[in-house]
């Protein structure tokens, strides 16, 4: 099986516009996520 340099330059196009895609849109929800977490025991501590 061998695939027209076409279709392997348009579908790393599309695999690199969905992984930045999913980096965007995953990537702060997983930086909220990692940084509140630890935020949380630490702001109850330092309150009582």
Do not use: D, E, V, W
Request: net charge positive; hydrophobic share 45%; glycine share 12%.
């Amino acid at each position: 099986m061998t695939l027209p340099p076409q279709s392997i330059l348009i579908g790393g196009l599309i695999g690199a516009l969905i992984g930045f895609l999913l980096g965007l849109i995953l990537g702060p929800l997983l930086r909220q996520r990692r940084i509140h977490q630890p935020t949380k025991p630490c702001a109850s501590a330092s309150n009582t």
